[in-house]
């Protein structure tokens, strides 16, 4: 006997013009059998439901899903809701970034070995735009990189709310961190849509299943979103992102970052690869995100003047260590003469601040 199937193409043999296709016969299609009784003539989608409902009826996959769907502490002796996008209003002021000592070093014990992180510590509170600026292969990009889990520190720990994250890979840290790097393209994927590239930000740290990643309620929230951004690309969601310029990609690269509402955002020196038109606009975006949002953004620039505009309090950075916090009662009257002034009081000739700009960019 031979066994049918509705065709996935809705047409199934072309010469007879049906709809099913045959199946072989033998042992090991009589699950199968069963599947294919059950879907309607040309349905995938009740096929595709089928088939996740008999891939869940597994033993193995059961239990792993049982696994993942008890919490790991009962729910009264929560301190945070499980998906933090969800959750109530946070508690601006709470120490939310720990960094203790640490310290990460490259080539350890050859010539070419560099100490990139020395020693670094500072806490950081919850809702604060913290701002570290520094020259040229100060550390301040490795210092980030310890806190997304890119690299592990070599010595000392890094806590974010209760949680110790030293040991905790980039893949896991998705969950609390969002990013945006200093070259646009690497925030978004090239040969997907803009919806799609929304789509991989809207499940990054869930547990995914098998039904599908788009969906009409996640469109209008990715189209609302859009539109705040006042660039048309509303209009352009299913448009290949590759397609689009460099600034309009940061600026989806930003949205995409606090769509689940990270615990800490990550700026990676992100307007120093863009026209300075794209720049203005790019930190204006992130100062309305970061204040509507309640974010707490870490922000690494080049910039003194975007460091003063947007930075509650300013950390300096030269050769991986620390040797100067200033509280936002300091930097209110500041100008950026002021605070390249400032950076250089400390420094020895060989520090010079390579790569701070003191102008603000305009355009």
């Given at each position: 006997m031979t066994l049918t199937c509705p065709s996935p193409f809705g047409r199934g043999d072309s010469q007879s013009g049906s709809r099913w296709l045959p199946l072989p016969e033998g042992e090991g299609w009589g699950e199968g059998s069963k599947i294919c009784a059950a879907v309607?003539?040309?349905?995938?989608?009740?096929?595709?439901?089928?088939?996740?409902?008999?891939?869940?009826?597994?033993?193995?996959?059961?239990?792993?899903?049982?696994?993942?769907?008890?919490?790991?502490?009962?729910?009264?002796?929560?301190?945070?809701?499980?998906?933090?996008?969800?959750?109530?209003?946070?508690?601006?002021?709470?120490?939310l970034?720990?960094?203790?000592?640490?310290?990460?070093i490259f080539y350890p014990g050859e010539v070419n070995e560099v100490i990139a992180v020395a020693d670094v510590s500072f806490h950081m509170p919850e809702g604060q735009f913290l701002t570290i600026i520094g020259g040229n292969g100060s550390g301040k990009s490795t210092l980030l990189n310890l806190l997304a889990g890119t690299f592990f520190a070599d010595r000392g720990a890094i806590k974010i709310g209760d949680e110790d994250v030293?040991?905790?890979?980039?893949?896991q840290r998705a969950r609390l961190i969002g990013r945006v790097f200093q070259d646009p393209l690497r925030g978004t994927s090239a040969g997907l849509t803009v919806e799609e590239n929304f789509a991989l930000a809207e499940s990054r740290g869930r547990f995914r299943g098998l039904g599908p990643a788009l969906n009409s309620k996640l469109r209008r929230e990715i189209r609302d979103r859009l539109a705040l951004l006042a660039l048309g690309l509303e209009d352009r969601m299913r448009v290949k992102v590759g397609l689009l310029s460099g600034g309009q990609r940061q600026a989806i690269t930003i949205l995409m970052a606090v769509f689940r509402r990270p615990r800490v955002l990550l700026l990676d020196e992100h307007t120093?690869?863009?026209?300075?038109?794209?720049?203005?606009?790019?930190?204006?975006?992130?100062?309305?995100?970061?204040?509507?949002?309640?974010?707490?953004?870490?922000?690494?620039?080049?910039?003194?003047?975007?460091?003063?505009?947007?930075?509650?309090?300013?950390?300096?950075?030269?050769?991986?260590?620390?040797?100067?916090?200033?509280?936002?009662?300091?930097l209110r009257t500041m100008t950026p003469h002021d605070l390249l002034a400032l950076f250089w009081e400390t420094r020895k000739p060989e520090d010079a601040p390579a790569g701070l700009e003191i102008a603000p960019n305009a355009g």
């Open positions: 309607n003539r040309g349905t995938i989608w009740t096929a595709f439901r089928i088939l996740r409902h008999f891939l869940l009826a597994c033993p193995a996959v059961r239990a792993q899903k049982t696994l993942l769907d008890k919490p790991a502490v009962a729910p009264e002796q929560r301190s945070q809701p499980l998906c933090p996008s969800l959750g109530t209003r946070r508690n601006r002021g709470t120490t970034v720990i960094v203790q000592q640490a310290t990460k030293t040991r905790v890979p980039e893949y120093a690869a863009l026209d300075p038109r794209a720049s203005s606009k790019i930190m204006a975006l992130t100062r309305h995100i970061v204040q509507t949002k309640t974010l707490t953004p870490l922000m690494v620039t080049h910039n003194l003047a975007h460091a003063l505009d947007s930075g509650e309090r300013i950390i300096m950075i030269s050769r991986g260590r620390i040797f100067r916090d200033l509280p936002q009662e300091q």
